[in-house]
């Protein structure tokens, strides 16, 4: 047990002023993600900062007629909300496919953002992990690589983005609410919130130091039949191989976004035009950059199947 110290935030620039004088601090809010890390010493942390009791925990409309979801709203209710159920269908489906109903309880809207990769090496500390010690080299690569990214990934790092969430944010194009330790605001649009590996593996996101996720937010309704479909290992309770989270239209436009394949949710929007011509096409636009390796070369023509299957579940 490593010991560290704890606090209770009693407002976001209260919590993130102590975040940037502790560098090694972090926000704890459902913990599902944080607490494992730390048990496994992944993580290690020498101070936590309670943002429960930060009353960031509605979903209400906004003038323009989205939804603003606040950082600590719960999975659970996310996907039950009316709203999010009538108007944006492919999150709560993304949300009910991920984890288990006792996670989804605890488990908070900012915390799905910054969940870390599931990446085995990562999780394996007697292994070399770029994410975890930053230089110290990938053992994923040249390993076992089924589960992991075949676009996006460089030679540092291939692992994968796990959230379902996020899939389905990058699809309806949201936008991530901050604030910085100087109490400034900041709004990220949900393509620049996170960060492909790169040379540097370990800064997942374009968050500061100590800036905090105080909402998310969802612009106009986008319409269109959403769909959110995972192919996993199992039913239940596991990370995608691969996932669509898709908005298509009678006419046979749309967006498509994809989980499982690379270090953030996986979205080329001018590939988008390929979408009327079908599955096909469209996947060899939007995965035209792909670096598979032996493992995982599946994954293309998977990701082409199930797209493929959202098209046709799209037209009836």
């Known amino acids: 047990m490593k010991p560290f110290t704890y606090e209770r935030a009693r407002s976001p620039v209260e919590a993130a002023t102590a975040a940037a004088r502790q560098p090694d601090a972090k926000f704890i809010a459902g913990g599902t993600n944080l607490l494992d890390l730390m048990k496994l010493q992944i993580e290690a942390p020498a101070h936590l900062i309670d943002v429960n009791g930060l009353a960031l925990d509605k979903i209400e409309a906004t003038p323009e007629g989205g939804l603003r979801i606040g950082a600590l709203v719960r999975n659970t209710e996310l996907a039950a909300d009316e709203r999010v159920r009538r108007d944006y269908g492919v999150l709560s489906r993304a949300l009910l496919a991920g984890a288990t109903g006792q996670l989804r309880n605890k488990a908070t809207t900012a915390g799905n953002l910054l969940q870390r990769t599931r990446c085995p090496y990562f999780y394996d500390t007697a292994q070399p992990c770029n994410k975890r010690a930053p230089g110290s080299g990938c053992s994923a690569i040249g390993g076992v690589t089924r589960q992991l990214a075949v676009v996006g990934h460089s030679e540092a790092c291939i692992a994968t983005h796990p959230s379902d969430m996020a899939v389905a944010m990058r699809v309806l194009d949201a936008t991530v609410e901050t604030v910085k330790p100087d109490g400034n605001a900041r709004r990220i649009p949900i393509a620049d919130f996170h960060r492909l590996p790169g040379d540097t593996p370990h800064i997942e996101t374009a968050l500061g130091s100590g800036e905090i996720i105080t909402a998310v937010t969802l612009p106009l309704p986008a319409g269109g039949a959403q769909i959110y479909r995972k192919v996993r290992d199992r039913a239940s309770y596991a990370f995608a191989l691969v996932s669509v989270a898709a908005v298509v239209h009678r006419d046979g436009t749309g967006r498509v976004a994809l989980g499982g394949v690379a270090h953030r949710p996986w979205?080329?929007?001018?590939?988008?035009?390929?979408?009327?011509?079908?599955?096909?096409?469209?996947?060899?636009?939007?995965?035209?950059?792909?670096?598979?390796?032996?493992?995982?070369?599946?994954?293309?023509?998977?990701?082409?199947?199930?797209?493929?299957s959202v098209l046709a579940e799209a037209k009836g």
């Not at 096909?280 to 939007?286: G, N, R, S, Y």
């Not at 670096?291 to 599946?298: A, I, L, V």
């Open 267 to 308: 979205r080329i929007e001018q590939a988008e035009a390929e979408l009327p011509r079908g599955a096909k096409p469209a996947m060899a636009a939007i995965l035209a950059d792909a670096r598979p390796t032996r493992d995982n070369t599946f994954k293309v023509a998977l990701a082409e199947r199930t797209l493929a």
